[in-house]
């Protein structure tokens, strides 16, 4: 019996080691580098690349102007810097948290204050630098603005030069300010020629979805894998500041924890409210005003009535399992604004 099973160990190790030559190809190894070193496929079409290009010709001419206007040559080529990494954030990647409004003006105002107050009363240059890159990045995270480019900005404040450090604090208006407000009108402008990449990430327009009144549809998320997802971001066209790989995984995470959330039909009650939980058009908050008591069968039948948000004041019928595969949680009004009923508690 010991023989036969050696034998059977060796034959297994001689497949696995042969499976392992199969796919130890040249094109798989290129394919390992490629996601090792985070080579994503390319997800936009021409057209998005030269309107990011020309975005950013547009947007560095005006800083440049503005720079030299208030500062010399040299000096303005420091403050150009930082703007030119915002640049290809608002063109290139125009849709990203990181290239918000409010993350491109706190981002580089409160790295500004912080650069000018460390390069004025920190007593070595080089403690000033690492103090200022490290208050910056503190502030924008608890101000919720982080912007990279912010980092550059308070760098500059310190090592930027004596005419830089003249100006004091008069370098968070002019020339910082000044060119932030100026980019981020260029921004606005140059992309609202473009419906799909419209600046900021508000107003670019997206098909709607009216799936909230379908209540024979089957409500369960379905099966997604990272080609689905990679997929749509191609139709989307427009460079977005996550891989298809996380993407997934955060898919993946939503819909563990939608699943670990869901209401059984025999936690619905009469008169109660409840919420699917989505976002813009496809909210929806409904009232159980009829229901079979006892419930006898998930199929049996209960009327509610669309109470907020889409389709707002119209009635249906659906069966207990459909009801209780669209709700997400019960919700309470609180105070003219609805919210769940365990955060109600909590208050």
């Not at 130890?24 to 057209?47: M, V, Y």
């Not at 720079?67 to 150009?80: D, G, I, P, R, T």
């Not at 025999?266 to 813009?280: A, D, P, T």
Request: aromatic fraction near 10%; hydrophobic fraction near 45%.
């Amino acid at each position: 019996m010991s023989n036969i099973i050696r034998l059977i160990y060796i034959k297994d190790n001689l497949y696995s080691y042969s499976m392992n030559i199969a796919n130890d190809t040249p094109i798989n190894r290129i394919k390992s580098i490629k996601h090792f070193i985070g080579l994503e496929p390319n997800k936009t079409g021409h057209l998005e690349k030269l309107v990011s290009a020309f975005g950013g010709l547009a947007g560095i001419f005006a800083i440049t102007y503005i720079s030299q206007y208030f500062l010399s040559q040299q000096e303005s080529a420091w403050v150009v810097a930082s703007m030119g990494a915002t640049a290809v954030l608002v063109f290139a990647v125009p849709h990203g948290p990181l290239s918000q409004p409010w993350a491109v003006l706190g981002g580089h105002m409160v790295s500004a204050v912080i650069g000018v107050a460390c390069a004025r009363w920190a007593p070595d240059v080089l403690i000033a630098s690492a103090l200022a890159v490290a208050l910056a990045i503190g502030a924008m995270h608890y101000l919720r603005c982080i912007h990279p480019p912010g980092g550059a900005t308070a760098l500059t404040a310190v090592i930027g030069g004596p005419g830089l450090h003249a100006l004091g604090f008069q370098y968070v208006l002019t020339p910082v300010l000044m060119n932030t407000a100026v980019i981020l009108l260029i921004a606005f402008l140059f992309n609202y020629a473009f419906s799909w990449r419209r600046y900021p990430a508000s107003l670019a327009v997206r098909p709607s979805r009216k799936t909230a009144s379908h209540d024979n549809q089957n409500t369960e998320l379905e099966a997604l894998d990272q080609d689905d997802l990679k997929a749509a971001m191609q139709v989307m066209n427009s460079t977005i500041d996550i891989s298809g790989e996380d993407l997934a995984y955060i898919y993946q995470l939503a819909r563990q924890n939608k699943l670990s959330h869901k209401i059984n039909t025999s936690e619905l009650i009469l008169g109660n409210y409840y919420s699917n939980g989505l976002y813009g058009a496809d909210w929806q908050v409904r009232q159980i005003i009829d229901m079979a008591s006892p419930m006898k069968s998930p199929d049996d039948l209960l009327i509610y009535k669309i109470v907020a948000g889409y389709g707002r004041r119209n009635t249906g019928t659906t069966s207990f399992r459909n009801f209780a595969n669209w709700c997400r949680y019960e919700v309470l009004l609180n105070e003219n604004s609805w919210q769940r009923k365990e955060a109600v508690k909590l208050i």
